[in-house]
């Protein structure tokens, strides 16, 4: 799918589309990354750098993705958090639709942040430390912020997760799982099932969450950390925000001290008790399995070709941990 006609289409769609910024048509575009959606930096436009993403068709609805810059502007308006500014078209309005070869596909534009990736190393602690306060702050704004009128987003609960109805695929489909693997994580999400329903979906421990804060969504410039790409932000449990964090490095030995380090952070600007602390653990191992179900149904994607096969034994091994602690 990702291939060079392909994001040479998808170019030439945004391109033409420049004009509805007020852009003129030679605005100079780069790719920056490929996901879900495929974004492009846009240089010289005489009103700062953008950033414009392109979102891949059926997966969210024009009123989910209105929906998420509305919770956006909110959290930018009461300065939550530092996250990118939506940019509206010069007629008004946050989305443009573009044709793709017949595919609508919509697009919208974000101020672009300066910052880098945090390395993935054990000097995320001091990091994770402050995301557990910047969690805590979202999360707090999530209970008490009045959504707009016809706000819709995706629930990330166990039916979508693991469940009957995945969002993101079967898990049993998990790239290289043999029937031996199957059981060994049927076993894995039987336990995960009877945990989330004990837990159970409360006004106080389920909400609107980002979903998706992991190493690549966060811009470190300076002492400044940054929240970007809210495009996976929906209703699920709040403990499941550290699980996201932590995604494609669940296995690292530094994970229990990013762990304590963003419990320490969420502890200082809000209560989390020591049940919800202690179970953490569930929703890393339910993310972790969520994601090799991601890899096995978005293959096309650079990420899931970087993950691959590994990613599904490293699920394995993590599941048999966890059954001897959880089980």
């Given at each position: 799918?990702?291939?060079?006609?392909?994001?040479?289409?998808?170019?030439?769609?945004?391109?033409?589309?420049?004009?509805?910024?007020?852009?003129?048509?030679?605005?100079?575009?780069?790719?920056?990354?490929?996901?879900?959606?495929?974004?492009?930096?846009?240089?010289?436009?005489?009103?700062?750098?953008?950033?414009?993403r392109v979102h891949r068709p059926g997966y969210h609805t024009r009123a989910e993705i209105a929906?998420?810059?509305?919770?956006?502007?909110?959290?930018?308006?009461?300065?939550?958090?530092?996250?990118?500014?939506?940019?509206?078209?010069?007629?008004?309005?946050?989305?443009?639709?573009?044709?793709?070869?017949?595919?609508?596909?919509?697009?919208?534009?974000?101020?672009?942040?300066?910052?880098?990736?945090?390395?993935?190393?054990?000097?995320?602690?001091?990091?994770?430390?402050?995301?557990?306060?910047?969690?805590?702050?979202?999360?707090?704004?999530?209970?008490?912020?009045?959504?707009?009128?016809?706000?819709?987003?995706?629930?990330?609960?166990?039916?979508?997760?693991?469940?009957?109805?995945?969002?993101?695929?079967?898990?049993?489909?998990?790239?290289?799982?043999?029937?031996?693997?199957?059981?060994?994580?049927?076993?894995?999400?039987?336990?995960?099932?009877?945990?989330?329903?004990?837990?159970?979906?409360?006004?106080?421990?389920?909400?609107?969450?980002?979903?998706?804060?992991?190493?690549?969504?966060?811009?470190?410039?300076?002492?400044?950390?940054?929240?970007?790409?809210?495009?996976?932000?929906?209703?699920?449990?709040?403990?499941?925000?550290?699980?996201?964090?932590?995604?494609?490095?669940?296995?690292?030995?530094?994970?229990?001290?990013?762990?304590?380090?963003?419990?320490?952070?969420?502890?200082?600007?809000?209560?989390?008790?020591?049940?919800?602390?202690?179970?953490?653990?569930?929703?890393?191992?339910?993310?972790?399995?969520?994601?090799?179900?991601?890899?096995?149904?978005?293959?096309?994607?650079?990420?899931?070709?970087?993950?691959?096969?590994?990613?599904?034994?490293?699920?394995?091994?993590?599941?048999?941990?966890?059954?001897?602690?959880?089980?």
């Amino acid at each position: 799918m990702y291939d060079g006609d392909f994001l040479a289409r998808l170019e030439g769609g945004l391109r033409a589309a420049l004009p509805r910024w007020g852009l003129p048509l030679d605005t100079g575009l780069s790719l920056l990354t490929i996901s879900e959606n495929a974004t492009f930096k846009a240089t010289g436009t005489g009103q700062g750098d953008l950033v414009f993403r392109v979102h891949r068709p059926g997966y969210h609805t024009r009123a989910e993705i209105a929906s998420e810059l509305a919770w956006l502007t909110a959290l930018r308006d009461e300065e939550v958090v530092a996250t990118p500014r939506p940019v509206p078209l010069a007629g008004g309005g946050l989305i443009a639709d573009i044709d793709d070869a017949g595919t609508q596909r919509q697009v919208v534009a974000f101020d672009f942040v300066p910052g880098a990736e945090p390395a993935a190393d054990a000097g995320l602690v001091g990091w994770f430390r402050e995301l557990g306060g910047i969690h805590a702050g979202l999360h707090a704004h999530s209970r008490r912020w009045r959504r707009p009128e016809g706000f819709v987003r995706k629930r990330w609960n166990f039916a979508s997760t693991l469940g009957a109805a995945p969002l993101w695929g079967d898990w049993r489909a998990g790239l290289g799982l043999d029937d031996a693997g199957r059981a060994l994580l049927q076993r894995t999400v039987d336990v995960l099932e009877r945990h989330c329903v004990a837990f159970g979906e409360s006004e106080g421990n389920f909400g609107l969450i980002h979903a998706d804060l992991r190493l690549a969504n966060l811009l470190v410039d300076g002492d400044r950390l940054s929240l970007i790409d809210f495009d996976d932000c929906g209703f699920s449990w709040y403990l499941y925000d550290f699980a996201a964090a932590i995604s494609f490095i669940e296995h690292e030995p530094y994970i229990p001290e990013l762990e304590a380090a963003w419990i320490e952070g969420y502890r200082s600007h809000a209560q989390l008790s020591t049940e919800e602390a202690q179970r953490l653990p569930v929703f890393v191992m339910l993310r972790r399995i969520l994601l090799t179900a991601w890899i096995a149904s978005h293959s096309e994607t650079p990420t899931a070709r970087e993950m691959g096969l590994p990613y599904t034994e490293g699920t394995l091994a993590l599941a048999e941990n966890f059954l001897t602690r959880f089980g």
